[in-house]
């Protein structure tokens, strides 16, 4: 079973700066996939996802999946303006 303790939050985006999203998610052995706009962002599958040097292209919605053998959630969606 996967049950997410703390969605991730929403935030204002500075350029330049780094922004971390970082989540609780209560389970044993779970899997992470991060999702901007929609879309699977590739290679983030870490419980937290941190943006470096951030640029207002990527302003817009961030969610994630999380599963383990026992099930999965959906987070909701986190802002970055």
Do not use: D, E
Not at 53 to 74: E, K, R
């Amino acid at each position: 079973m996967v049950t997410i303790t703390r969605q991730p939050a929403s935030t204002n985006l500075f350029s330049g700066g780094t922004v971390v999203f970082a989540p609780l998610v209560s389970g044993t052995g779970v899997t992470y996939q991060w999702r901007y706009n929609g879309n699977l962002i590739l290679g983030a599958t870490n419980s937290t996802l941190t943006l470096p040097n951030v640029q207002t292209n990527q302003s817009g919605v961030y969610s994630f999946y999380a599963f383990n053998g026992g099930g999965s959630a959906l987070s909701s969606n986190a802002v970055l303006n």
